[in-house]
């Protein structure tokens, strides 16, 4: 596709139960990112990824958050034992390298219950 | 004391007047990126900035680097234009040799016809 992709685009799931949000940035952009923003809330950084280099998780609130990215490709943003106050739009990101333009998402919802 | 600020908060205009939202950060930055966010989530990337001034049809950016201060302007308002203007510092990071944003609170506009 001509943009960065995620899925699913809305997910309710029960606290405590695992999530998996998945993001496709446009082909090529070396660097990805992941942000959060809460009902109300401004945009959070979660974590970034840049070509090969380790990855910049200094955002991510706890260590029930993790992501990947494989490939250079496709990243999953896992959340673990899930909470209410996880309960966000949760966006990814993508830019050709770290210093241009970034292009977002439309977000995944995610509600706890 | 937040890295990036912006202001006003709330902005109320009718239509065919000229705007400006504010942006200040106290952080050296490699980037500032001026964001727009519609209802239902999806954020657009309007301008990305290190020095002087953009203009993309209605809309110019600008940015002054010693005062650490950016400003977008929007001439000829529209209802259309009501939204979130987001104000964001691209931070460059030398361990990671990436960036991430760190984003203003946020601009709601709201023009009236």
């Known amino acids: 596709g001509a943009g960065v992709s995620q899925s699913p685009s809305n997910k309710v799931t029960e606290k405590g139960k695992d999530v998996e949000l998945r993001c496709d940035p446009i082909s090529g952009h070396t660097a990805l990112y992941w942000y959060r923003q809460s009902l109300g809330q401004g945009l959070e950084f979660l974590i970034y990824f840049q070509g090969n280099s380790a990855p910049d998780k200094s955002g991510l609130p706890s260590d029930r958050f993790s992501a990947e990215r494989t490939g250079g490709s496709v990243s999953t943003l896992t959340i673990q034992r899930t909470q209410q106050e996880d309960s966000a739009v949760y966006l990814c990101?993508?830019?050709?390298?770290?210093?241009?333009?970034?292009?977002f998402g439309q977000g995944t919802r995610l509600t706890v219950v | 004391k937040n890295e990036v600020e912006q202001s006003p908060q709330n902005l109320t205009a009718q239509e065919g007047e000229f705007i400006t939202i504010n942006c200040s950060y106290s952080v050296g930055i490699s980037a500032l990126h001026w964001l727009q966010q519609h209802p239902g989530g999806g954020i657009v990337s309007l301008f990305m900035l290190s020095s002087g001034k953009k203009k993309h049809g209605r809309l110019i950016a600008t940015i002054n680097i010693q005062e650490k201060h950016s400003s977008l302007h929007i001439t000829a308002s529209h209802p259309r234009d009501s939204a979130v203007y987001i104000c964001a510092a691209s931070l460059h990071s030398k361990e990671t040799s990436g960036s991430r944003l760190t984003f203003g609170e946020g601009t709601q506009l709201t023009v009236n016809p």
């Open positions: 990101a993508s830019s050709l390298v770290w210093s241009t333009e970034a292009f």
